[in-house]
């Protein structure tokens, strides 16, 4: 299993842009898809963006398609979330997490990963 630490959490302004980086142990990081979801007070966690294990395919939620880019450095042990043009809704604790797979595939929903990070929080100004 790996562990997963989040950071490059901060204030930003609304249009600002920051990069979160999720860190990872272990020397087979390069067999887990990870994603990243993010959840505000009071709502659910969200999925955000997703990538394969090899980087082959991403994913967005729509909200933040355009704006996010998830990519990887597997030499690293390491999933950023460049996220730009923030907006006030974008407010919120982002965790990352990982799942061991064979395949090249991406995954949605909290309950297909198995390894959690800590969460970074996010706030931004108007």
């Known amino acids: 299993q790996v562990q997963l630490v989040e950071s490059g959490g901060g204030l930003v302004q609304a249009g600002g842009s920051l990069r979160l980086s999720c860190a990872a142990s272990?020397?087979?990081?390069?067999?887990?898809?990870v994603g990243w979801f993010r959840q505000a007070p009071g709502k659910e966690r969200e999925f955000v963006a997703a990538?394969?294990?090899?980087?082959?395919?991403?994913s967005y939620a729509d909200s933040v398609k355009g704006r996010f880019t998830i990519s990887r450095d597997n030499a690293r042990n390491t999933v950023y979330l460049q996220m730009n043009s923030l907006k006030s809704e974008d407010a919120a604790v982002y965790f990352c997490?990982?799942?061991?797979?064979?395949?090249?595939?991406?995954?949605?929903?909290?309950?297909?990963?198995?390894?959690w990070g800590q969460g970074t929080q996010v706030t931004i100004s108007s």
């Open positions: 997490a990982a799942r061991f797979t064979f395949y090249t595939e991406t995954y949605y929903t909290p309950g297909q990963y198995a390894q």
């Open positions: 272990g020397r087979t990081f390069g067999s887990y898809a």
């Open positions: 990538i394969s294990r090899n980087a082959g395919i991403t």
